[in-house]
Every structure is written in structure tokens, then in C-alpha cells.
């Protein structure tokens, strides 16, 4: 679109999934047309109209349709019929389709020959050789302001080979290499770290090798046991959701259950005081007793359950040592004895308790199966206002201490930011950058420093 010396209009499709009246009305955007259709007629008479008076301006009409594996049957039958609008001597449209590999599977299905039939020039871009691997890089440095060469030939050698030339993953790996380089203090990166990088983010060449196999048998396969394929998986698909959404439909009819998380907020809340003096306890007992005295004597069967269960909680309760009980005044529930100890014993919390989030080598994305535990605790602090939370972002030692306290604080902002964005005030969260302090494992091991890499979360009752 850049080099192009010709006056043109030029129109580009990102995401070719629209429906055809959303992606007549998305033409008419980027052609300026200024008209929203409510019907296919309506938009193939203007847009007629349009491809003529920009022929008599002399000027090209471009459609480029990116993501084009996108493309089903249906749009590329939309698309072609546009490109029939033309003159006895020359097209009107000129239509341009760049995709993936996919895109070739498409137009080799049989319902796309009128399609195929119409395709006048065609390209396939390989993956890079070794040597382009090696420019590639060297390219990507230059432009970025390397005064050097960072890469030594060893590794990328082992760029290439994990990659296979593929740009995107070459991206990736020599990404997070010069981010572990820089962490580590060093001024070139070696066969070692991308080794080390491939390895955590689990790119081998057996899974390329695997990928490209698997392409090249889906390529194989006919037309016909595609369709088979599909209609098989289609009837399957049907009757897995007609059971499940059977299961779901009986469990919300007979069952209201409370979502629980895998564990309980009582284990990462920490203690809150709240033992009174000796003298305070026997009055706040006695009172209780007192009000209660007829409701005791109507309920003897009952209550004789219960304090065999009140008589289990006092004992609790008295071994707990530097406790205190704050007697609020204008707080009514206190209204006999079972209820002071049972209120205690639901908030003396075992501190050492907290949530733990374990983050991958160099990211800061919250890991899919965090989520649910994160909105546990959102739910919890906005039924209890006084609550505060604690986050604290680890890392491993590896590599540079400053660069490990900001990555550990960045990630704790993180998960900082997420409770902010669900409605608690930032001023009841606090969130700390602790780098490599107080590991959980060894850092020598692989395993270890993955352990490392976490946020520990707490929730203070104020």
C-alpha cells in the first residue's frame, strides 16, 4: 500500500468473520461510501455505482482481505460475486486474499472452484533458511539500534532449530533470551540461554516436526473425508451438548450450591484480636445467660446438643493466648454466650495460611486456573469492609537483584490492579516487590525457581 504508484482506493479486512450485511456495511466504511444498507440489493446497486466513478476518476479499487483461513464457503461465494462487477474491457475490483496455510485447504474444497478458477497470481512464503534466520535477526537488531552483533553463531544456530524458520516464533524465543540475558547481567546471548528459553516455553523441534507432519496429512486427506469428518463431529458435538446441558439444567433445578474455592478465605485471613479480661467474660456470659434463661428451658433437648459443641469451643478458645475481644456497644448480636465464642472462633485465623499464584519464566499474565481464587477474593473483601489485602510478588535469584525486586513488584501491581478493577479501593490493598527474598525451593533446580516465580496474597481483619 506503501510503494504503490497508481491512484487507488484502498479498503483492508482485518477479521474476515462478519456476517455478509456486516461486512457490506464494513466496505462501505472503508470506501467512504457513507451509506449504512439494511439489504444486499441496496449495497450492490450503490456499490456499482461506486466502481464506475472511480473507473471514470481513473482510479484503482484495492480489497484486501487479511486472515483470509478465515473465510468460509459462504463469504468467499459474497466476495467473488463483487469481483463480477467489471466492463468489457477491464475489472473494476482488484482482490487480494493473504492467509495461512489453511487458506490453500479452503480453496481446494470443490464448493470454491469458481473462486480457485478466478485466482490470477499466487505466492507462498517458506519459513527462513538458517542464513536468512541469521539475517533476520541481525536486521531486527539494527533497526532497534544494536551497535553489535548479540547473538554469537551458536545460538543461532539453536534459534533455527527450534523455530524452524517459523518469523514468529523466532520472535519469541530471541525476546525472552535477551530479556534473561539482561536479567543475568550479560552482554551476548549464547546457545545455552536460548536452550534454556525454548525449554520453558515448551517450543521443541519434535513439536514443529509433529505440527508439520500432522499439516501434511490433513493435506492428503480428500475432500470427501473432510465432510464425513465434520458431519461426524458435528453429531457428536450435538449430542455431548444435549447431555451436558441436560446435567447443568437437573443440578440449577434440584440444587442452589454456593460456588467454593479450592480453599476456604478463613485460611489466608490472618488473626484478629479479640479476647476480653476475665472479668468482661463473665459478665458478657452471665448477661447472656440471663436473657436466654426461657429460651433455655423451651429448648433443653436442643440445647443439650449444643453444648456438648460450645464446651469443645470454650476449650478452643481459652488456649489461644494474647487475644482480645472488643466489645462494640452499639453492635446488637451479641446476644448470649454461644454466639461470643462462635463469632471468635470463625475470625482466629491461621496466619501462616495465604493464596498462592504462580507466575512463568518472565511474565506477568495471571495464569487461567488463578482467576477463580482471585474473584473468591474479591467477593470476600467487599462483603467485609474492614478487610485489608496483602500482596507480595517473588522471584527466583537467577540473574540481576534489581531487575528481580521490579519484576516481583510489577507483578504484585498486577494482581493489585485486578482487585482495583473488581471494586475494592486501592487504599485497602498494599502490595510489596520482595524479589528473591524468602524462597520456598531451591533455586539450583528448574522446578525451584518455577516455585519461586509466585505472589503470595493475605487478607488482614482489621
Known sequence: MKIID????????????????????????????????????????????????AHKGDRRVLLIIDEAQRLDHEMLEQIRLL????????????????????????????????????????????PLTEGETATYIHHRLEIAGAAKDIFTA???????????????LINI????????????????????????????????????????????RDKTATNADLIRRSQKQKIAMSLIAMVF???????????????????????IATKKDLSLSEEEKKALIAKSSEENQEQKKETVAENQTK???????????????????????????????????SHAMNILQNP??????????????????????LDQIVRFASRNPESEIIVEGYTDSFGNYWYNKKLSKFRADIIRNYFAGHGIPLSRIKDYGMGPDKPVAGNETFEGRKKNRRVEIKINLK
Open 352 to 373: 501462616s495460611q495465604k493464596v498462592v499464584v504462580q507466575f512463568e519464566h518472565n511474565s506477568n499474565e495471571i495464569p487461567d486456573q488463578a482467576f477463580e481464587s
Open 245 to 267: 446441558l441436560s446435567i447443568v439444567g437437573y443440578l440449577m433445578y434440584n440444587f442452589q450450591v454456593e460456588e467454593s474455592p479450592p480453599w476456604r478465605i478463613e485460611d
Open 307 to 341: 453444648d456438648t459443641s460450645l464446651e469443645k469451643n470454650d476449650e478452643r478458645f481459652s488456649k489461644q493466648t494474647n487475644v482480645e475481644i472488643e466489645a462494640d456497644s452499639a453492635q446488637r448480636g451479641i446476644e448470649n454466650q454461644r454466639s461470643i465464642v
Open 6 to 53: 497508481v491512484a487507488a482506493l484502498v479498503a483492508t479486512v482485518p477479521d474476515p468473520g462478519l456476517s455478509s450485511l456486516d461486512f457490506f456495511n464494513f466496505l462501505s466504511e472503508e470506501f467512504k461510501m457513507n451509506r449504512h444498507f439494511e439489504r444486499k440489493g441496496d449495497f450492490l446497486i450503490h456499490f456499482k455505482k461506486f466502481l464506475h466513478e
Open 83 to 126: 469481483s463480477n462487477i467489471e466492463m468489457e474491457s477491464r475489472k473494476l475490483i482488484n482482490i487480494f486474499f493473504v492467509g495461512q496455510d489453511e487458506l490453500n485447504e479452503i480453496l481446494s474444497d470443490d464448493r470454491n472452484k469458481a473462486v480457485r478458477q478466478r485466482i490470477t497470481v499466487s505466492y507462498h512464503l517458506d
Open 173 to 216: 524465543i530471541c525476546d525472552h533470551a535477551m530479556l534473561t540475558g539482561y536479567s543475568a547481567g550479560v552482554t551476548s546471548i549464547d546457545r545455552k540461554i536460548i536452550a534454556e528459553c525454548a525449554r520453558e516455553l515448551q517450543i521443541t523441534g519434535s513439536i514443529v516436526d509433529l505440527m508439520e507432519r500432522k499439516s501434511q
Open 154 to 168: 551458536g545460538a543461532i544456530r539453536e534459534v533455527f532449530s527450534f523455530s524452524n524458520g517459523n518469523p514468529r
